[in-house]
């Protein structure tokens, strides 16, 4: 079992691109989540998913958009990337039936946009 | 507004040293309150939470509410805790959490 995984671990990216980050878990989690984690200001929501099929907005939503067509998958796509956008990215997922509501975090993508 | 509150973006501590990573946060309801523990090259993990009231490699954090705080205290430092830990606030019957800005910890031998 892999648990949450992220692709890819790391990108540079010229500004003005369009950019998909994959995340994938294989635990039957309903939520799934996109952080962004930047020095000083810790992590910050993105978006958000409490089931396949619905996703809302997070803290810092401006610049970003997220499907949700499965359970498993979460992408988060940057139509348009401006250097602001330089993070780490991470997902996570948690289960609201299990009771606990631990959110399990994949390993992070490194974006660079220059 | 839900906020959560870590004044100290390092904390520096000898092995053997008393820790306390403190924690505050601003919410009108019932809040759950977590800590989450990122280690060197690995991923943020729980670390504990407020409702279960145990102890994790030998951390503690008592919920209080009437100076809004879940301060992380572990009496004797070791090498290994030196990782960024992350407190976070869950509103009751949501799923979504606010993280604060995230404390390193650093123990030195």
């Known amino acids: 079992i892999a648990g949450i995984t992220q692709a890819p671990t790391s990108q540079i990216l010229a500004a003005g691109r369009r950019m998909t980050l994959r995340c994938t878990q294989d635990m039957r989690h309903n939520a799934m989540y996109w952080y962004r984690q930047d020095l000083g200001l810790g992590l910050r929501l993105i978006h958000y998913?409490?089931?396949?099929?619905?996703?809302g907005k997070g803290e810092v939503p401006d610049g970003y958009s997220v499907s949700r067509a499965n359970t498993d998958d979460f992408p988060l796509t940057l139509a348009s990337a401006v250097p602001s956008q330089t993070s780490v990215y991470f997902c996570a997922s948690s289960d609201s039936g299990s009771g606990t509501d631990t959110q399990y975090f994949g390993p992070g993508t490194r974006l660079t946009v220059l | 507004a839900q906020r959560v509150t870590q004044p100290e973006k390092l904390l520096s501590v000898f092995k053997g040293a008393p820790v306390e990573l403190k924690c505050n946060y601003s919410?009108?309801?019932?809040?759950?309150l977590f800590w989450y523990v990122q280690y060197s090259r690995q991923r943020l993990q729980l670390l504990l939470r407020?409702?279960s009231r145990e102890s994790i490699k030998g951390f503690t954090a008592d919920l209080n509410k009437g100076e809004t705080s879940f301060h992380l205290k572990k009496p004797f430092a070791q090498e290994e805790d030196s990782a960024m830990y992350y407190c976070a606030l869950r509103n009751t019957g949501f799923q979504k959490l606010v993280f604060g800005t995230g404390t390193r910890l650093l123990v030195s031998p």
């Open positions: 998913s409490n089931t396949a099929g619905t996703t």
């Open positions: 407020h409702i």
């Open positions: 919410y009108s309801g019932s809040p759950e």
